[in-house]
């Protein structure tokens, strides 16, 4: 698998990055911010959610580059909130100059977390189709707290040995379930390759709420059967968010709609760092 980020392709820092240890990660970070220095475009960090990888953020990835912007998108462990914020937030460190964080999915949780203190660093959040949780909430219960969701009968539980439980979702109800607006193809591309997130992670709650001291932005698509609409307009609203609502889009809006996505992460970076 390969993620199509500035700083991965730079041939100094190949060895670390086929390791993708977190070594490798700040280092390659740091040599995309040699050539990006302060006082330039802010630093796009992409925090992609369960059962998707970096690659899912490749459409958006090329239209910011082709804006001049230096994006990051790394793997989200999804083992847990507290340290998949920790493995993010040494990460937004290592960049110099201002970053704009946005997540997807349980990926809105991660960078919420991880945006925590970073109020002077991280210039604005943007959430695509994602959690926007308040200090005690888990992605379980704001998943469950408007109807909506048909996830929990798609997923396939993987016992791991430490004795939690990996969940996919299954790949025969993938695309319908998590990508009904991309082609079946391009579906069953990411149905045999979404990465699993643990169990105990969904039930996880949150230990900030970064947006209530940095601005926000939120992507809704209405024919999401992940996270119910409702859902995310509860806490786009409470999070005074600057909401766009993509009509019939899917949780996987990030595939199917790249251009807005991208515009919208544009329109957050020029409002906050001018």
Request: net charge positive; hydrophobic share 45%; glycine share 8%.
């Amino acid at each position: 698998m390969k993620i199509r980020t500035h700083f991965a392709r730079a041939a100094a820092i190949t060895a670390a990055v086929a390791l993708f240890g977190a070594a490798g990660v700040a280092s390659s970070a740091a040599n995309a911010d040699n050539r990006h220095p302060s006082g330039a475009k802010p630093t796009i960090v992409l925090v992609h959610g369960a059962f998707a990888d970096g690659s899912s953020w490749n459409g958006v990835i090329e239209r910011l580059r082709q804006r001049g912007y230096n994006v990051i998108a790394p793997a989200n462990p999804r083992r847990g909130v507290a340290s998949d914020a920790a493995y993010i937030k040494a990460l937004v460190d290592s960049v110099q100059g201002p970053v704009v964080l946005v997540g997807h999915s349980y990926g809105g949780q991660v960078a919420t977390n991880a945006a925590a203190g970073e109020e002077g660093h991280v210039k604005a959040l943007v959430y695509v189709a994602a959690f926007i949780p308040e200090v005690g909430e888990s992605a379980v219960e704001l998943s469950n707290k408007f109807p909506g969701s048909t996830l929990g009968q798609t997923l396939q539980e993987v016992p791991l040995p430490g004795g939690d439980t990996d969940l996919y979702v299954k790949q025969d109800l993938f695309w319908k379930q998590f990508a009904a607006d991309v082609p079946q193809s391009e579906g069953r591309l990411m149905a045999a390759t979404q990465r699993p997130i643990a169990k105990s992670a969904l039930a996880e709650p949150s230990a900030a709420a970064a947006w209530k001291t940095i601005p926000s932005w939120s992507i809704i698509p209405t024919a999401d059967k992940n996270i119910p609409p409702a859902s995310e307009r509860f806490m786009s609203k409470r999070a005074h968010s600057k909401t766009t609502e993509v009509p019939g889009a899917s949780h996987a809006v990030l595939v199917s709609e790249p251009k807005l996505v991208a515009n919208t992460i544009i329109e957050a970076a020029q409002t906050t760092t001018h």
